[in-house]
C-alpha cells in the first residue's frame, strides 16, 4: 500500500511572475500568495473591482475550447489555467491564493517549467493538517466518437494519456506513468503546447492566440517543427496532453487517488470526466489522512474517511 500520511502544503513565502497572454498578446503579472489549510486553490483577479474569488475547481469551468477557463469570461473570469494548475498539482501545492492582474495567465514557454522552478525556489510549507484526497471507487467513462476517457481505481495517481493525429510528425503517442513531483518535473514539466500553423493563423484572424510564437508554443508546418530547437522530447506532444491532464483533473479541488486514462482526449474530456464522476456519489469518497501534532508526532492508522473537510460537490 502507499503511504499517503502526510501533511496539507503552501507555499513558503509568496512569489511574482510575469508574462504575456498567449491569446490578449497583453502583459500578464500573477503572484501566488500562501494560504491556509483547507483553502484549497483560488484565483482572483486585482485588476476588478469586488472581483470574485474563483476556486480552482471543476463546477467554476466555463469554457474548455481553446483552454481552460474559470468563471464568467465577460466579467472576472480567468484563462489558460491549466498550466499552473498541472505545476500545482504536480509539486503538491495544496494551498494556494492566485492573484492575477487581468483576464488570462501568462503562457510563459508554454509549458509549467516556469511555475515549477517559482515553486521550488520559495519552496513548501507544512500545515497542521492532514492532505485530503478524493479517492476513485469504481470506474466511470465518458466516450465521444473515437475519444475516451475515463478514471479507474488505483493504489496511488497514475496517468496514461494516448494521442494520435494524422500527421506523420505525430501520429500515435502515449505517456504512462504514476504521477510523483520528481515525475511531473522531470518528465512533463517543460512539454510545451503545440498547433498546426495553419490553424493558428485561422486563429489570429479570429482575435485569438495573438501572444503565440515560438517562444511559447511547438510550431508545426508541413510536418516539420519550426522551432529552430526542435522538440524537447520526440513525444513532446503527449507529454504536454498529458500535462494538462493533470492540470485539468487538478480542478476535482482534491488530489485524484486513481487511474486516468484518455485516448484522443483534451480539454472538454479531461473535464467531462469530473462532471461524470460527481455526478455519482458511489464513485467516489473523500478522504484525509490523520492529522499531525504541533509536535510533529502522527496519529496511526492510514487515512479515515472525512467528508466534513471535503470540498462542496453538490
Known amino acids: 500500500m502507499t503511504n499517503y500520511i502526510d501533511r496539507q502544503t503552501t507555499l513558503a513565502d509568496q512569489v511574482t511572475l510575469t508574462g504575456i497572454g498567449v491569446h490578449s498578446g497583453k502583459p500578464a503579472s500573477i503572484t501566488l500568495v500562501p494560504a491556509e489549510a483547507c483553502v484549497g486553490i483560488v484565483f482572483t483577479r486585482t485588476d476588478c473591482e469586488n472581483a ?4 480552482a475547481k471543476w463546477d467554476e469551468v466555463s469554457a474548455t475550447a481553446l483552454c481552460t477557463v474559470l468563471g464568467d469570461p465577460s466579467k472576472d473570469g480567468i484563462a489558460t489555467v491549466e498550466h499552473i494548475m498541472a505545476a500545482l498539482f504536480g509539486m503538491g501545492v495544496d494551498n494556494l491564493i492566485v492573484e492575477i492582474d487581468g483576464p488570462e495567465m501568462p503562457i510563459m514557454d508554454g509549458s509549467s517549467t516556469v511555475f515549477v522552478d517559482a515553486i521550488e525556489q520559495v519552496g513548501l510549507k507544512s500545515l497542521d493538517r492532514g492532505r485530503r484526497y478524493l479517492k476513485v471507487k469504481k470506474t466511470v467513462r465518458v466516450d465521444n466518437g473515437s475519444a475516451w476517457c475515463e478514471l479507474r481505481p488505483y493504489d496511488g495517481t497514475k496517468f496514461d494519456i494516448t494521442i494520435d493525429f494524422d500527421t506523420p510528425l ?12 520528481d515525475v511531473f518535473r522531470d518528465e512533463l ?34 510536418d516539420k517543427v519550426l522551432n529552430p530547437e526542435g522538440t524537447r522530447w520526440p513525444d513532446e506532444f503527449a507529454r504536454h496532453k498529458a500535462l494538462d491532464a493533470v492540470g485539468d483533473l487538478a480542478l476535482a479541488g482534491l488530489p485524484i487517488l486513481g487511474l486516468y486514462r484518455s485516448y484522443k482526449g483534451g480539454h472538454k474530456m479531461n473535464h467531462s470526466i469530473l462532471v461524470k464522476l460527481f455526478e455519482d456519489p458511489s464513485a467516489f469518497e473523500l478522504v484525509e489522512a490523520p492529522a499531525f501534532r504541533r509536535v510533529g508526532q502522527v496519529d496511526k492508522g492510514g487515512l479515515a474517511a472525512s467528508a466534513v473537510f471535503g470540498p462542496d460537490v453538490s
Not at 505525430?170 to 513531483?181: A, E, H, K, L, N
Open 170 to 181: 505525430i501520429g500515435r503517442q502515449q505517456f504512462v506513468s504514476d504521477m510523483t513531483p
Open 52 to 55: 470574485a474569488e474563483i476556486p
Open 189 to 222: 514539466s517543460r512539454a510545451r503546447t503545440f498547433g498546426n500553423v495553419k490553424d493558428v493563423e485561422q486563429l489570429w484572424k479570429m482575435g485569438f492566440a495573438l501572444g503565440s510564437s515560438l517562444e511559447n508554443s511547438v510550431a508545426i508546418s508541413d
